[in-house]
């Protein structure tokens, strides 16, 4: 989403400077175009440099000897960038921006800028409570300016508190939210991921190889395109991304409940998860001992509610998307999962395929809708699949 995005990083004198750097390195290996504004402040902490190397690009920081070029540089910057990052923001150019003040090139190009503003406050947890900066802070909000929170740990001044500039890596989610456009928002979505698992005594259970990758990027994609996102999920080792509401659950009946408590209020459903098809058919209370094993030389299984199946067959006019993971002829299987299972789509993988399948972060499908239309993707990260597959439910969305 933030491929050719043009992105101004404002670097400001706190000592989170150093961290910058990597800001830009992220936001380039997503395909941005990033130019950086330094404040003399932030050229003590780390040099134009650094930042030139990184960004492959000349580093803005004086405001007088532009005109060489002929052109009025904080003018054009700032009507270059979709997006002003100033990461991180001290509490001085806060200060400034709040009140009017433009006396070097940043805050000069804050003023003249009429593109969406993010700002990651970084500064002493004295500093940041001061009513000063707390008011001005308030008045940058009020004007539309973003301001990301503060992590609270031991700062650089060795207090504990708030005022630790977020990750970079939250700073370039929270630049690729704001930059990301919401055409799903109203909708309201059930996603459900990752395995779930079967017990068979209190140490032994039975599973599979669902990382809950695919999953995960759907709700996260789905949230940062505005629709609210209740996320099911078995059992993973791979966190969650922040959605409206994410409910852990461990075996396929779990699930069921989990999904039928809710679906009533829900737009779309997506089954991204792998439920086990089948559980024991008894849990046993106490661990099964070893020497007993030739009592147990078979496991007698029954068959687990199939879930995407049951909400397919009740669900109306609502949206159900089912996936399924296949060893082999899997555009045959598929057509007669979404038939039988009466899905609107249905995404289906070829697990045996090199960048395909449970663990992989690519993943190779091919979609098929109700008219048995069958698009193939070429290999591509499980976001930007979850991305393809958020647009084909839009347009369904759309024709309702
Ligand atoms: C070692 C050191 C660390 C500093 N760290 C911060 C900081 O984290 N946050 C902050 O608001 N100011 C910090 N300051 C103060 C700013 O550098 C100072 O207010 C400066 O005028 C900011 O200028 P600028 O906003 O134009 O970059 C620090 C100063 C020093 C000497």
Redesign the pocket.
């Known amino acids: 989403m933030l491929k050719d995005k043009n992105i101004l990083l404002g670097v400001?004198?706190?000592?989170?400077a150093y961290k910058s750097p990597s800001i830009v390195s992220l936001l380039k290996k997503q395909g941005a175009n990033v130019k950086v504004v330094m404040?003399?402040?932030?050229c003590e902490f780390v040099t134009p440099l650094t930042f030139q190397t990184m960004s492959n690009k000349p580093v803005h920081v004086e405001m007088f000897n532009q005109l060489m070029n002929m052109d009025v540089e904080h003018i054009s910057l700032a009507k270059w960038a979709d997006v002003i990052v100033v990461a991180?923001c001290?509490?001085?150019?806060i200060g400034k921006f709040a009140n009017g003040i433009c006396d070097?090139l940043l805050t000069t190009v804050l003023m003249a800028s009429r593109s969406k503003i993010i700002i990651a406050p970084?500064?002493?947890t004295f500093?940041l409570n001061n009513k000063f900066n707390q008011e001005n802070i308030k008045k940058l909000e009020e004007l539309g300016v973003v301001v990301l929170d503060t992590q609270k740990d031991l700062l650089?001044c060795n207090d504990v508190g708030a005022g630790k500039m977020l990750e970079p890596e939250e700073i370039v989610q929270a630049i690729d939210y704001e930059l990301t456009e919401k055409d799903l928002r109203g909708k309201k979505f059930i996603i459900t991921s990752g395995p779930t698992i079967e017990e068979l005594d209190p140490v032994r259970y039975l599973t599979n190889h669902s990382s809950g990758k695919m999953g995960y990027a759907l709700a996260r994609e789905a949230k940062k395109r505005g629709a609210t996102v209740t996320l099911i999920s078995g059992p993973t080792s791979i966190e969650p991304p922040k959605v409206d509401e994410f409910v852990r659950i461990k075996s396929t009946q779990d699930m069921f409940n989990a999904v039928e408590s809710r679906f009533n209020s829900v737009d779309v459903l997506i089954k991204a998860a792998a439920p086990a098809d089948f559980k024991p058919k008894i849990y046993s209370e106490e661990k099964i001992k070893k020497t007993k094993s030739e009592d147990f030389n078979s496991i007698e299984l029954e068959q687990n509610i199939d879930i995407a199946k049951h909400f397919g067959k009740i669900k109306g006019n609502k949206i159900v998307v089912g996936f399924a993971a296949e060893s082999n002829d899997e555009i045959n299987y598929g057509k007669g999962k979404l038939k039988a299972k009466n899905f609107d789509l249905i995404v289906v993988n070829n697990i045996t395929k090199e960048g395909a399948g449970f663990k992989s972060d690519t993943n190779i499908a091919s979609i098929i809708d109700k008219d048995e239309n069958v698009e193939s993707l070429n290999s591509m990260s499980k976001n930007d699949l979850a991305n393809e597959i958020l647009n084909r439910i839009r347009r369904l969305l759309q024709a309702r």
């Open positions: 400001t004198g706190g000592i989170a404040t003399d402040a932030a991180p001290t509490a001085n150019t070097n970084a500064m002493n500093m650089a």
